[in-house]
Nanobody, 119 residues
Framework: QVQLVESGGGLVQPGGSLRLSCAASRSIFSMYAMGWYRQAPGKQRELVAG???????NYADSVKGRFTMSRDSAQNTVYLQMNSLKPEDTAVYSC?????????????WGQGTQVTVSS
């Protein structure tokens, strides 16, 4: 079992920054993959940033150069630093983890945190 707890969402003006945190209940090294997803009203959920074990982080084209995903293994926490935020970044952001391996894994989700970009 893995519990994921996100924090750091809120209201920010266009051009501003936010940092989201996702605290895991076990070592992030034990995860096969972790990622940040978002879902805006009326839209499908999309992958924003994510990595699999031993690989580099991939980003959605819409956030490349603006968002950075990082990890703190000592804190069992992953972060999403979001800069130059745009109104279209408004969404519920959720942390995701896969425990297992490429061929057999269990998926876990956090509760989500709202990010609103508006003037």
């Amino acid at each position: 079992q893995v519990q994921l707890v996100e924090s750091g969402g809120g209201l920010v003006q266009p051009g501003g920054s936010l940092r989201l945190s996702c605290a895991a209940s076990r070592s992030i090294f034990s995860m096969y993959a972790m990622g940040w997803y978002r879902q805006a009203p009326g839209k499908q959920r999309e992958l924003v940033a994510g990595f699999t074990s031993g690989s580099s982080t991939n980003y959605a084209d819409s956030v490349k150069g603006r968002f950075t995903m990082s990890r703190d293994s000592a804190q069992n926490t992953v972060y999403l630093q979001m800069n130059s935020l745009k109104p279209e970044d408004t969404a519920v952001y959720s942390c995701n983890a896969l425990l297992g391996n490429k061929y057999r894994n269990t998926e876990y989700w956090g509760q989500g945190t709202q990010v609103t970009v508006s003037s």
